[in-house]
């Protein structure tokens, strides 16, 4: 990520985001619900089969997850976007989808209590950061709050609490999948936080806020509430 002080709607890069995901639902509902003697050949071995209530059930969350990004990038996400930016979450982030569903499309028993947790923690997930979220822009909207840093909210248990969510909201989604090789995206997506966004983000956070930032980040957990 790019952390710039700069605002713009950057409509065409989150269009680019947008059309990327939209195109990787489709696919992925074409290849969940037709049957697979009307799928095009070049994608039967690709059918989405197994339990139906798994599939249904993680591409409902999948949708919940693109109502959510509508939502963070023409709402909430108020700096601009550079293309570098879309570039990169395009390359990676509409794979992660389909790839989801068909490693849980290859489980054939009914849903359980593994997969209900899992929910759950997708909707704990997507709580963390939506709210967070949210809650932030409306404080931003207000102009004497412009040259200060947010720390209310879910933000005064954790600096980068919304990166939890993700990590949180992804993990929901393996188990709902059933499959603990998927544990490998939200511990991917925590290494990269960890290793390169959250450096980068305090390094733009504390030039742009100074001793206001320090004093926050010296009082407040990284990522993890009360552990780090």
Not at 4 to 30: C, N
Not at 77 to 105: N, Q
Not at 193 to 218: A, H, N, Q, T
Request: hydrophobic share 50%.
């Amino acid at each position: 990520m790019i952390f710039r002080d700069k605002h713009e709607k950057s409509l065409l890069p989150k269009a680019l985001i947008i059309s990327a995901m939209t195109a990787s639902l489709s696919i992925t509902f074409y290849l969940t619900f037709v049957p697979e003697k009307e799928l095009f050949t070049w994608l039967k071995p690709y059918k989405i089969a197994g339990d139906l209530y798994r599939n249904s059930l993680l591409l409902s969350c999948f949708v919940v997850y693109f109502i959510r990004l509508l939502f963070t990038l023409f709402i909430f996400y108020r700096r601009k976007m550079h293309w570098v930016e879309a570039i990169v979450i395009t390359s990676i982030m509409p794979f992660i989808i389909p790839y989801m569903s068909f490693i849980g499309g290859q489980k054939n028993q009914r849903i359980g209590s593994v997969e209900i947790i899992g929910a759950v923690f997708f909707w704990i997930g997507s709580y963390l950061n939506s709210r967070s979220e949210h809650l932030r822009s409306i404080w931003k909207q207000k102009k004497e709050n412009a040259e200060h840093i947010y720390t209310g909210g879910l933000f005064k248990y954790a600096i980068h609490i919304n990166y939890l969510g993700d990590i949180i909201l992804f993990a929901g989604l393996a188990m709902v999948a059933n499959s603990i090789k998927l544990f490998t995206i939200p511990g991917s997506m925590a290494l990269f936080f960890i290793m390169v966004l959250i450096p980068l983000k305090e390094r733009y956070l504390e030039k742009k806020y100074g001793d206001e930032f320090r004093d926050y980040k010296s009082n407040t957990k990284k990522l993890i509430p009360f552990i780090f």
